[in-house]
């Protein structure tokens, strides 16, 4: 038989689909299956060299940084960019005059996203490049200083500052920053007057982060065993230092849970099931920091509490007991166990698994391997994922006649 239900609704990501199938005697199954929605385009950044570059190199080194799920490849002109993790970096050959350089970044399914950068490739201008500090860099002090390399017997002026020429590099100390972008440029001159010009952006961020949400809400009851701890903040956020952030019961019990950042939010999942009709804290700690390095304004204890639970079930009860010699393809495995729990079992021919109807009675076919010692291992997975332990059965299947081996006569007798 087929079946098949139409329209129906993804969210962008990963959506599981459940399908159960139950038959008129209540045997039941249930299958899933992830499926992925991407309707978006990858998104690509260039961060070297930032607009208005003018340099006498004929070819210059772009790069930048791509994100997506399900990302391809990332072009320009046609050639593929070098990928490291999210970065991406392409030699790119210059043309005399301005040059308009677009980036193209492709997921499997075909999506697009582009990103582009003027250029000036002056033949005898003098080159110039800053090192330090980085593009996209972001500070909590000012002023600050800058430095790179440039062509020898120019000079080079930062934002109108003079900088120390030393060898082929220069360094322009004490340069004062206002809050937000700041557009650094280094311009160098030759002797005969040609400039050439690199920029460079950084930020000024001297504000501390606060917090702005938490999913579930601080103060929720009834939060499902299973869940993730989301919180926001009001701009991207540092990875955390141990201990910035702790995750724990009421009583004081650690919770062990992966963290991971996404920009501005922080999300905490769980590494098994959160204990049931149990306060739960988050604690957030000053140790916090955003991408500049300024704490967390408002250290604070997210509280919440677990939906009730009766726990993880206890082993599945097998009723009757099968036969320890058994000549046969398979066996019916039969025994109560929790409602609608999902009960495995390891250790047959193959995996069976079979779902307990509403009063906790469950039906397994387990397949049997000629000649074998089975040693069965069953266990009920509850409607809160929580695993019971394993009850355990063993089967020998054997269907060979017996053999005799060794006989005598002893007077009236055969032995």
């Avoid at 208005?52 to 004929?58: D, I, R, Y």
């Avoid at 075909?110 to 996209?136: K, L, M, N």
């Avoid at 920053?177 to 311009?187: D, F, M, P, S, W």
């Avoid at 306060?279 to 955003?290: K, N, P, R, W």
């Amino acid at each position: 038989g087929t079946f098949q239900v139409e329209s129906l609704a993804l969210a962008e990501g990963d959506n599981v689909l459940r399908a159960r199938a139950e038959d008129l005697a209540g045997n039941a199954t249930e299958v899933e299956r992830t499926v992925v929605l991407d309707t978006r385009a990858p998104e690509v950044t260039i961060t070297d060299p930032a607009p208005g570059t003018v340099t006498g190199e004929a070819s210059y080194t772009f790069s930048g940084t791509v994100a997506d799920p399900h990302l391809d490849r990332v072009e320009v002109a046609g050639q593929a960019a070098t990928l490291t993790g999210d970065r991406w970096s392409i030699s790119v050959p210059l043309t005399e005059g301005d040059n308009e350089i677009v980036v193209e970044a492709f997921d499997t399914l075909g999506h697009r996203g582009t990103a582009s950068v003027d250029v000036e490739f002056q033949s005898d201008a003098p080159s110039v490049h800053i090192d330090e500090p980085t593009e996209g860099f972001v500070t909590s002090s000012s002023p600050i200083d800058v430095s790179g390399t440039v062509d020898a017997g120019a000079t080079v002026t930062v934002n109108g500052e003079a900088a120390v020429v030393t060898d082929g590099t220069f360094t322009a100390t004490g340069l004062a920053l206002l809050e937000g972008q700041n557009r650094l440029l280094a311009r160098a001159t030759d002797a005969e007057g040609r400039e050439g010009v690199h920029t460079r952006v950084v930020v000024l961020d001297t504000l501390a982060p606060v917090t702005a949400s938490s999913q579930p809400a601080d103060g929720g009851s009834a939060i499902a065993l299973m869940s993730s701890f989301l919180v926001t903040f009001s701009e991207p956020m540092a990875e955390p230092a141990a201990g910035a952030l702790t995750l724990r019961t009421a009583a004081g019990a650690a919770i062990t849970a992966t963290v991971t950042v996404e920009a501005s939010v922080i999300r905490l999942q769980p590494q098994s099931s959160l204990p049931s009709a149990t306060d739960i804290e988050l604690e957030l700690t000053a140790g916090l920091t955003d991408l500049a390095g300024n704490a967390l304004a408002d250290p604070q204890i997210l509280t919440f509490t677990t939906d009730e639970s009766s726990g993880a079930p206890g082993a599945p009860s097998i009723n009757p007991l099968p036969p320890f010699y058994l000549c046969a393809n398979s066996w019916t495995l039969t025994g109560t166990t929790v409602p609608r729990a999902l009960v495995r079992a390891e250790g047959g021919a193959s995996t069976a698994e079979a779902r307990a109807d509403e009063n906790g009675a469950f039906s397994l076919e387990i397949a049997l391997a000629p000649g074998r010692l089975h040693r069965l291992s069953v266990t009920a997975t509850d409607l809160d994922r929580q695993v019971s332990p394993a009850a355990e059965v063993e089967i020998v299947h054997d269907c060979a006649a017996p053999t005799v081996l060794f006989g005598e006569r002893q007077g009236n007798d055969f032995v």
